[in-house]
T-cell receptor
Framework: SQELEQSPQSLIVQEGKNLTINCTSSKTLYGLYWYKQKYGEGLIFLMMLQKGGEEKSHEKITAKLDEKKQQSSLHITASQPSHAGIYLCGADIGGAGGTSYGKLTFGQGTILTVHP | NAGVMQNPRHLVRRRGQEARLRCSPMKGHSHVYWYRQLPEEGLKFMVYLQKENIIDESGMPKERFSAEFPKEGPSILRIQQVVRGDSAAYFC????????????FGSGTRLTVV
């Protein structure tokens, strides 16, 4: 099983609709990073969460990390075609004695399609 | 301020040849990480380097793969005697201090082995 489960695997929405992508781990996360990837391109950094209960927003995207630091959600309000792409959550799930220092574990990704 | 620069963007190699992938971190970043994205698979950690040191190579295949980050110049991921299964997108990321300020990824090198 995946150490980091991302859901849904794909999502098709109509422009203007809200949507949520989830990222879940069975282990406590030392850091949670959301990225967006256009097909065939690199990863664009969206947000970083490190504290339990933390919530960050940028434009129409909000990311939250739960109090137990095992689950994160990415919420897009009033989606636009420009939001289409692959959303990846990456996490520091730690190693012996603590943080894994840069060894991020990634979810499988969520493919988002936004129809105009 | 240029981001993480990777070159080449696309690389085609015949089976048995060597592939060299380069990564120049963001200015001021001294930590470099290499990841591989195989078709239909997620992004997998390969190696973490600081200048002249390999910190964590737990994700590197045991044979044919090596990485370095010399005192001067870019980080190099080297794949010797490439096979078809090495075809993938290889991404480099950098950070100023491990994890504290996030990780910036490059655009990747897409390696195709024919």
């Amino acid at each position: 099983s995946q150490e980091l489960e991302q859901s849904p695997q794909s999502l098709i929405v109509q422009e203007g609709k809200n949507l949520t992508i989830n990222c879940t781990s069975s282990k406590t996360l030392y850091g949670l990073y959301w990225y967006k990837q256009k097909y065939g391109e690199g990863l664009i950094f969206l947000m970083m969460l490190q504290k339990g209960g933390e919530e960050k927003s940028h434009e129409k995207i909000t990311a939250k990390l739960d109090e137990k630091k095992q689950q994160s959600s990415l919420h897009i309000t009033a989606s636009q075609p420009s939001h289409a792409g692959i959303y990846l959550c990456g996490a520091d799930i730690g190693g012996a004695g603590g943080t894994s220092y840069g060894k991020l574990t990634f979810g499988q990704g969520t493919i988002l399609t936004v129809h105009p | 301020n240029a981001g993480v620069m990777q070159n080449p963007r696309h690389l085609v190699r015949r089976r048995g040849q060597e592939a060299r992938l380069r990564c120049s971190p963001m200015k001021g970043h001294s930590h470099v990480y290499w990841y591989r994205q195989l078709p239909e698979e997620g992004l997998k950690f390969m190696v973490y380097l600081q200048k002249e040191n390999i910190i964590d190579e737990s994700g590197m295949p045991k044979e044919r793969f090596s990485a370095e980050f010399p005192k001067e110049g870019p980080s190099i991921l080297r794949i010797q005697q490439v096979v078809r299964g090495d075809s993938a997108a290889y991404f480099c990321a950098s950070s100023p201090l491990s994890g504290l300020y996030g990780y910036t990824f490059g655009s990747g090198t897409r390696l195709t082995v024919v």
